[in-house]
């Protein structure tokens, strides 16, 4: 679906972000991205969509290298009160990337009345985003990738500023969503947990300049349960695994200090 | 809870709303009642009090035939004249300054090329162009329009260039990620992004606009509320000339509440928003 291979990039040409990214994703996955902050993952996630170009290295989305983003890709950012258009309404939100696809008007209303339906905001149509909280408001943008019917759903920390209980609610959201319309799910987060507890592999960044530390396979049941999954010796001892990398790899860098994002 | 509490709610909330219109409407009516007693008193021909000013408007304006809704023939041949112009010139500047905005606003190498040359323009003073456009563009209506339009493009054009280059990254990624064609991203996210500080741009225009709208009309002209003021100052006719000074300021009033009615309604969204993040 999405293979990775060799990327480097950098803002300014003494500092560089990325330094060899290495990856691949299968379809019907979910596969999280995590690593420490400033190591680059949000630039990462952009040249995955096409935003950015790499300086070094290619992104192939089913088999063609990207330049600009690929059709069949959506993408929910982490901001979603500015991602989320504040002069339309929730319907005209998740239309409107549907306005330039080739659908007629009864099939572009159903796909926004049955993402607005899967994401639990029926009824909220005629809504500003600005009127909803801020779960919801993400779970509008969600509905709005959705509706979009993507092969590859891309989310850059989507739920970095929502309440624990929200956010609980929407990782589920996020399982049951690729369950019933087979997305492949790229995730990226900073949150070890979320990432073990939502995806199927956890690739692992180190700090900048940014290399993949380890692909950890999660080896956890579906459907998985915000209080059962947790609680499984697997779970614990992926999560640890993953967060000795982490700080293995940190307290490296801070005896060799690396310049940051 | 006793019965009569919502009425003394309800009264105190009356009360409350009659205390700000006193003090918004207060001292506009004390001034034009302490115009009244002095000019009676000094009983000069150059400051006739306000109800000798109101009662010759009426005559000027208000005294035609039922048929015309009583307008007299002074406001078919000027001030019509007038108001024509002036939006005819505005609605042109308010066209060109978000066109030329948009494309400035977006474009680096457009910006790089007009930025100079725009900068330059904007330093001339409208009435001094007045000579200028009568020798291209005649004395009619046409070189008046294009006076007006010239003069108050300004405010716009310097807003939407503000607005449509400072539109939020995000915005423009997401558009990006949904691969949203260009006339798309221009209509349905950079224009309505903009619309806050375009607004604010056109409705200093306005201001300008009546401004020019006058400047327009002192020279070389035969109607129009300017020529009327001129021309009733050379004829000695005071109190018309005081008519046409109050007239504009009605005028003025008017125009920006009207477009502040308008402005409420379009970025209703706006307001909304903002008071939500303020919170």
Redo the contacts between chains.
């Keep these: 679906m999405l293979s990775v291979a060799e990327l480097a990039y950098s803002y300014s040409s003494e500092k560089p972000v990325l330094a060899n990214v290495t990856f691949a994703v299968v379809a019907g996955e979910i596969v999280s991205i995590v690593g420490p902050s400033g190591c680059g993952k949000t630039t990462l996630l952009k040249i995955l969509a096409g935003l950015l170009r790499p300086i070094k290295g290619d992104v192939r989305f089913q088999g063609e290298i990207v330049r600009g983003v690929p059709a069949g890709l959506a993408m929910v950012f982490q901001e979603y009160s500015r991602s989320l258009l504040p002069w339309t309404t929730v319907t005209g939100n998740v239309e409107l990337p549907l306005r330039y696809k080739k659908l007629d008007r009864p099939a572009r209303a159903r796909l926004v009345s049955d993402s607005l339906e899967a994401v639990g905001l029926s009824g909220f149509g005629q809504y500003y985003p600005w009127q909803l909280s801020g779960g919801m408001q993400q779970r509008v943008a969600i509905a709005r990738a959705l509706a979009y019917q993507p092969k590859l759903l891309l989310m850059d920390e989507p739920f970095a500023s929502v309440d624990a209980q929200t956010r609980a609610d929407l990782e589920d959201l996020v399982a049951a969503v690729r369950d019933r319309f087979g997305i492949t799910i790229v995730f990226i987060t900073h949150d070890i947990d979320e990432a073990v507890y939502l995806s199927d592999r956890v690739v692992v960044l180190s700090t900048s300049p940014t290399t993949v530390i380890d692909v950890i396979t999660t080896e956890l049941p579906r459907p998985r349960d915000q209080i059962a999954t947790k609680a499984l010796p697997t779970f614990v001892e992926k999560r640890s695994a993953i967060a000795r990398l982490i700080r293995r790899r940190n307290a490296d860098s801070l005896q060799h200090p690396a310049p940051r994002e | 809870m006793s019965p009569t509490e919502p009425s003394k709610a309800a009264t105190s909330a009356l009360l409350g709303a009659l205390r700000s219109m006193a003090v918004r409407w207060g001292l506009g009516v004390g001034l034009v009642a302490l115009w009244q007693v002095l000019a009676m008193r000094a009983g000069s021909i150059f400051f006739p009090p306000p109800t000798e000013i109101a009662k010759r408007a009426v005559e000027l304006w208000l005294s035609g035939p039922p048929s015309r809704l009583f307008l007299s023939d002074g406001v078919f041949q000027d001030i019509l004249p007038s108001l024509l112009r002036l939006l005819a010139g505005w609605s042109l500047a308010v066209a060109c300054g978000i066109a030329l905005g948009t494309a400035i606003g977006r474009s680096r190498r457009i910006s790089e090329l007009l930025d100079p040359s725009l900068q330059f323009l904007r330093a001339i003073p409208g009435p001094a162009l007045v000579p200028v456009f009568i020798l291209l563009l005649g004395t009619e209506s046409t070189m008046r329009i294009a006076l007006i339009a010239f003069g108050s493009i300004w405010p716009v054009l310097l807003n939407t260039i503000e607005g449509t280059r400072t539109v ?1 990254p ?2 423009l ?2 558009a ?6 260009r006339g ?1 991203l221009l209509w ?2 950079v224009l ?2 903009a ?1 806050p500080k375009i607004f604010a741009g056109m409705r200093i225009s306005l201001a300008l606009a009546v401004i020019l709208m006058v400047v327009s009309e002192l020279v070389a002209s035969t109607n129009g509320i300017g020529y009327r003021i001129q021309n009733a100052q050379i004829m000695f006719l005071l109190t018309d000339m005081w008519c046409g000074i109050v007239l504009l300021a009605v005028i003025g009033y008017t125009l920006n509440r009207l477009f502040l009615t308008i402005e409420d309604r379009a970025l209703n ?2 307001r ?2 903002r008071g ?2 303020a919170a």
């Design positions: 939020d995000v915005q990624d997401t990006a990620s949904f691969r949203l064609p798309a349905r996210i309505p992004a619309m969204w706006h909304g928003a939500r993040s």
